[in-house]
């Protein structure tokens, strides 16, 4: 339950309904705070705005689905939280295996002349 009871309730309502006001005040609201934080882990702005960008897409496509009882604020630390433990390392692994896939191509190319 939440320990703020009725608050923002009519913004989560929305929300889950889909309206684009109630989505653009939970960016503007927390997009700083929570791009401030990935940054604080991530130690690189363009991952920190990847991680931020994914946590409000992740927000509306699943909006129907979230549970908004321990409020807004923690459902985003939490879909933050997620993909900086688990979701980012393992994207930064394939653009690392990628590179040395185009890397080792690039040498073999370059040998044969």
């Known amino acids: 339950m939440n320990q703020y009871p009725d608050f923002d309730q009519k913004l989560y309502d929305d929300l889950r309904r889909g309206k684009e006001y109630a989505f653009a005040a939970v960016f503007d609201r927390y997009h700083r705070l929570l791009y401030t934080i990935a940054y604080r882990f991530l130690k690189s702005e363009e991952e920190a705005e990847d991680a931020v960008q994914y946590l409000f897409m992740k927000l509306w496509e699943q909006r129907e689905t979230f549970s908004f009882e321990s409020g807004i ?28 896939e185009i890397w080792l191509l690039f040498l073999i190319a370059h040998s044969k002349r």
């Open 73 to 100: 604020r923690s459902l985003l630390f939490t879909i933050l939280k997620n993909y900086i433990l688990y979701l980012q390392p393992i994207i930064t692994q394939y653009f690392i295996d990628n590179k040395s």
